[in-house]
């Protein structure tokens, strides 16, 4: 079976619903509400600015904030996504989308021998840094099922549930940073009862 996670919840989950003994079925019942920690890679200059955005929400909010809660509510907000639009192909197109736009600087090259330009994107160069994100397990098994399911209809997408979190940040922050997301951080501070 095809991991979808570091964590590996999927398989763990239907090894667990199979079993029929009681010490299995014991730890079944105890890991369904129990958090996980997976790491996201994200490049250091939208961590930064991420970093300033949590302060911002904080000062204005008079409560914690911090990038987990950040990635809880663009996960949340993908999900609800995905409920509404349960198509798997929509959701490999979005992603597939995203993965092409993020990291790329975009430059024009005069056409030899022309007067037209060709538009020509670059991966950047970006230091990286690591995120411990702490997420409910049933969250991240719902995230690894519609990556199973997207699986069904793009064989070997190559998706898993931290390049989806990678991917969400990536694009939120520097959707921000271009000032592309109107009413960002009321829309945060209304959110954050939900966290």
Not at 69 to 76: E, F, R
Not at 136 to 162: I, S, Y
Request: with cysteine.
């Amino acid at each position: 079976m095809v991991k979808y996670s570091a964590a590996n919840l999927l398989d763990e989950e239907l090894t667990l619903i199979g079993a029929s003994d009681f010490v299995s079925r014991m730890i079944y019942k105890m890991t369904k509400s129990s958090t996980i920690v997976l790491k996201v890679q994200v490049p250091l200059t939208l961590y930064l600015r991420a970093e300033v955005l949590c302060e911002d929400i904080m000062e204005l909010s008079d409560m914690a904030f911090n990038q987990n809660d950040l990635l809880q509510l663009l996960y949340k907000d993908f999900l609800l996504h995905a409920k509404k639009n349960p198509d798997p192909m929509a959701i490999f197109h979005l992603l597939n989308r995203l993965e092409k736009e993020i990291g790329k600087e975009s430059s024009f090259q005069l056409k030899s021998g022309t007067t037209t330009f060709n538009r020509v994107n670059r991966e950047k160069q970006q230091q990286m840094k690591t995120l411990d994100y702490s997420i409910r397990r049933k969250f991240a098994l719902r995230g690894e099922v519609m990556l199973a399911d997207m699986e069904e209809v793009q064989e070997a997408h190559g998706f898993t549930l931290e390049r989806v979190f990678e991917l969400l940040y990536i694009d939120f922050i520097e959707k921000f940073k271009r000032g592309g997301t109107k009413d960002t951080i009321e829309n945060i501070l209304y959110l954050m009862d939900d966290l």
